[in-house]
């Protein structure tokens, strides 16, 4: 389990230390007080507090389009989508900020946590994303992290049952297990080894890993000015 100080997840959700605290007595988020009066809180849970209380600018979009604006950073088409759905897609793209686009894409998909027995035996049959995928996507996505292929991060198959896919891969569920697979909620077949990079940054930015948070809004900041540079009138 990832654990965060009162500072930090006070800077993550824009409140006051006083405020994480409050968080902490009514339940919202899960933590504990070490002797010292020291609060230290489940970063997993300071996650799930950010999705349940996403403000209005930040609601959750269906899938089919959270995808769609991905593909779109990447600078690739959603042919899965009408042109009318489309054109408001780009729209939305345009407006939001990134942290509320960060947000907003996010229910697309439901991440769960593993401990894996074999981690090499996963990788081959998951679509990589997060800071496995960053060595594959160096040219497109502007980071400084380092990949990391001692963690299983990563989609799997396109119709693939989460449970059964981890039972055959022998993987346990663990809520502290640092091996993350993601539902792979994508409308369209894709084939690829590595998810694209619109996607690899919108899981990066909702990291319980601050250095990982903070690389994935910087990727979704640079895409989006690019793309915004690409649609300037």
């Known amino acids: 389990m990832t654990e965060m100080t009162t500072t930090e997840v006070a800077r993550r959700l824009g409140v006051t230390n006083r405020r994480v605290v409050d ?77 509320a686009l960060s947000r907003a894409v996010a229910s697309r998909t439901k991440a769960h946590r593993y401990r894996s027995a074999n981690v090499e035996r996963v990788l081959p049959d998951v679509i990589a994303t997060g800071r496995l995928a960053v060595g594959s996507l160096s040219g497109a996505l502007a980071t400084e992290l380092v990949e990391d292929r001692r963690r299983v991060v990563g989609y799997v198959p ?19 297990g640092q091996d993350v697979l993601f539902e792979n909620t994508l409308p369209i077949e894709y084939a690829s080894e590595t998810m694209p990079a619109g996607v690899v940054a919108a899981d990066l930015a909702v990291s319980v890993d601050t250095r990982e948070r903070s690389a994935g809004l910087a990727a979704l900041e640079e895409m989006q000015r690019q793309w915004l540079a690409r649609h300037a009138r």
């Open 158 to 176: 396109r119709g693939a049952e989460i449970s059964t896919f981890a039972r055959k891969h022998f993987m346990v569920e663990d809520q502290a």
């Open 23 to 99: 968080l902490a007595n009514v339940g919202e988020v899960h933590a504990r007080k070490l002797a010292n009066d020291v609060w230290l809180i489940d970063s997993d849970s300071v996650l799930r507090y950010e999705n349940k209380h996403r403000g209005h600018a930040g609601r959750a979009l269906d899938a089919a389009t959270s995808w769609a604006i991905l593909w779109e950073l990447s600078g690739l088409r959603a042919t899965w989508l009408p042109t009318r759905t489309y054109a408001r897609v780009r729209n939305r793209l345009a407006h939001l900020t990134v942290d």
